[in-house]
Structure formats: structure tokens, C-alpha cells
């Protein structure tokens, strides 16, 4: 007898849950409390004093017994803070990731194709299987780089109704030339999504054309900007395809306290942009640190981490756990993608987190690798 009290719950969900959903696995959240956290890409430094004051009031003012409005001033203030074309039409969602399921609902019928370069961001995947679209990576090159051919090859095979281009590619890092998403362009039969998460750590972005571009919106989030923890993300293209969107979005899918806090920060948007430029500056020279440890490639990154794969005595899952017994947390893929084996992928941190990474490494690769130095 089944003393379980879960067992008839248990039952009556394998009856009556979609099986495909049954085969996945939730979405994790990692814990590293106490350590250095590398392995999310957020930005480690703090709101100054004056910047957390203006939110505290913000919060304060904010009546939390009302649904929340219009938004119509959170409208005015990011168009201006991250220039958003006049002409293009906008939708704030609760992070990017609700933008990217909005966009799948609106567009695909079952069975539908959305189409990615692979790896990419997961979420392009998670998004179609739970809206009964198909998901069709196309895989970079050995080198991490866009595959254009494959790609064109693909689209006209399977005339996807969504592309998802993250510019730059999580987890690699890699901005794609603007002449191969023009081409993509020019070649998609339906949407084109440029995926900007990672932005603020580029030299290029398609906003400015987000209005013009017949069949493409520009995406984007502020975690990578440093409010991860508020779940703000937006979408800016022609009003034809945002007003789609917006039939599907949930009423009050950003609450009042997002809101507020958004306006109180983007008063502050100096501090975000200085942050920011902090990590570019950064970037290469941890880059070049890592690219000095023995048995270590480092791919070319215009985001706000580095792609490293390990090719010495000790590979990536065995670099991963040694980092993890030191409380250093990066993001390691397993058994993922086989373009990532023995890649970690490794968030660029304040400079002491960096130089505690690199000590960490060394010491790690030193103890693996005979005759390499630990200085």
C-alpha cells in the first residue's frame, strides 16, 4: 500500500500534465550566498548612497493598494534614457523573458518553427516548447563564430516564424557582424527579435533603425545594467508589431514598485552608464589574464562576461568544482551543448572578485599542470 500522500497527486499530474512538459526540468536558480558570484552576469557594484535614498522615497510615495496605471511617464523616461526612436511603439514586459514568450504566443501556431543560432540563450528554446512552436538551433562554427550560410540555409528550409538573434550571444559572447543579421533580414520570412541583454558592454545596436525595420524589434533588459533584481525588460519596433504583442500581454505585468523604482533610477542613469564602462575597461584585461593560464582559450567577448574553455590536464568540470570549493561561483554547461565542452563561462566581477578568480586559477592550473607557474 502507498502510504504516500503525494502519490495520488503525483498521479493525477502525470495524467493530466502536457508529457513534454513532464520530460523537462525547471529552470535553476543557483545559491552562492557567501562567495564570489561570477556566474549570472550581474553587475557587482552597488547604488550609491544618494541613488538608494531617491528609491526609498520612491517606494514610500508609491500606493500599493492600486493596480498600476498607464506607465505613461516610465514610457517618456526610458525612451529618452535609452533613445528609443520616436516613430517606434514600445511595451515594457517583466523582464525579457516574458517579451520573449509574448512574442511566441502572439506569432506561432503549433508546430511552427522558432529559429536560433545554437548555443544561445535558453530561453528562445524553453519559449517555443511551452507555446507548442519547434525550436531549430543552428549551430555556430568551431570557433564560436555565426554560421551564415547555415543560417540562410535553415530559414529557407524551414521558414521560421521567429528568429531570435542575441546580440551579443549568451554564452559566447560573439557580436555578429551587422552584414549577416542584414542578410538574416533580408532573408526571414516572419520576425526577427535582436536580442540587445548585453548592450551597454557593445559598440554597436540597432535601436536607432527599431522603427524602420519591416519585420524585426529590438529587445532588451536592465539586469545586465545593474537592476537584475527588479525584472524589467522592454521592447521597442513598428506600432503594427507591438500592438500584436500587447493584446497577449497580462494586465499589469509590471507592478508599481518596478515602476517606481525604474523612474527613480533612470534620474540616476550616469551611475548605470559609469558602471558599465567600468566592466568594459575591464574586460581585456582579465581577458588576457585568463588567456595567460596554461591550457586556456578565451573567446572574443562584447558582453559583460568571457567565455573560457580549458583544454590542459584538468577540464572545465573539474575547474568548475575546485572554483566552487573556494566559494567562487561561475557558470559551467555539463553535458549541454558539445560546442561548450570544457567551457566555463565566467561574469566579469569588481577587480578584487577578478583578482581573486585569477589567484584561484592559478593556483587551481598550477596544481594540474606540471611545471606551470602560480604567480
Not at 545559491?31 to 557587482?44: F, R, S, T, V, Y
Not at 551587422?178 to 520576425?191: F, M, R
Request: with cysteine; hydrophobic share 50%; charged share 20%.
Amino acid at each position: 500500500m502507498n502510504n504516500d500522500p503525494r502519490g495520488p497527486s503525483r498521479a493525477s499530474a502525470a495524467a493530466t500534465v502536457r508529457r513534454d512538459i513532464q520530460a523537462l526540468a525547471a529552470y535553476p536558480v543557483g545559491h552562492a550566498e557567501g562567495g564570489i558570484k561570477l556566474d549570472a552576469m550581474e553587475n557587482p557594484y552597488d547604488l550609491p548612497d544618494a541613488v538608494r535614498d531617491d528609491i526609498a522615497a520612491a517606494v514610500r510615495a508609491t500606493a500599493l493598494s492600486r493596480y498600476p496605471g498607464d506607465g505613461a511617464a516610465l514610457h517618456q523616461a526610458v525612451r529618452q534614457a535609452f533613445g528609443i526612436p520616436a516613430d517606434a511603439a514600445l511595451l515594457f514586459g517583466n523582464g525579457s523573458d516574458e517579451l520573449i514568450h509574448l512574442i511566441v504566443q502572439t506569432c506561432c501556431e503549433p508546430g511552427d518553427v522558432v529559429l536560433a543560432p545554437a548555443p544561445s540563450f535558453v530561453i528562445f528554446e524553453m519559449a517555443a516548447r511551452y507555446n507548442h512552436a519547434r525550436p531549430v538551433g543552428v549551430p555556430l562554427t568551431a570557433d564560436l563564430e555565426l554560421d551564415l550560410p547555415a543560417m540562410l540555409a535553415a530559414i529557407a528550409a524551414h521558414r521560421p516564424k521567429v528568429i531570435f538573434l542575441a546580440l551579443p550571444n549568451n554564452p559566447t559572447g560573439g557580436l555578429w557582424p551587422a552584414a549577416d543579421v542584414q542578410a538574416i533580414l533580408d532573408a526571414a520570412p516572419g520576425l526577427v527579435v535582436i536580442d540587445e541583454a548585453y548592450q551597454p558592454f557593445a559598440d554597436h545596436t540597432w535601436m536607432p533603425r527599431a522603427a524602420e525595420l519591416p519585420n524585426a524589434v529590438v529587445m532588451r533588459t536592465v539586469s545586465k545594467l545593474g537592476l537584475a533584481g527588479l525584472r524589467f525588460g522592454y521592447l521597442a519596433g513598428p506600432p503594427a508589431w507591438i500592438g500584436e504583442f500587447d493584446k497577449v500581454r497580462p494586465p499589469y505585468n509590471v507592478d508599481v514598485l518596478t515602476q517606481a523604482v525604474m523612474l527613480a533610477v533612470l534620474r540616476h542613469k550616469d551611475v548605470l552608464d559609469e558602471q558599465a564602462a567600468r566592466l568594459r575597461a575591464d574586460r581585456e584585461p582579465l581577458a588576457r589574464a585568463l588567456a595567460d593560464l596554461p591550457g586556456t582559450t578565451v573567446h572574443p567577448s562584447s558582453a559583460n562576461f568571457l567565455l573560457v574553455r580549458f583544454s590542459g590536464e584538468l577540464g572545465a568540470d573539474a575547474v568548475h568544482q575546485a572554483l566552487k570549493s573556494r566559494k567562487i561561483w561561475v557558470r559551467a554547461f555539463g553535458d549541454g551543448d558539445p560546442l561548450l565542452k570544457n567551457c566555463l563561462r565566467i561574469s566579469i566581477g569588481a577587480p578584487a572578485e577578478n583578482a581573486a578568480l585569477l589567484a584561484a586559477l592559478r593556483e587551481i592550473l598550477g596544481q594540474a599542470t606540471p611545471g606551470a607557474s602560480a604567480a
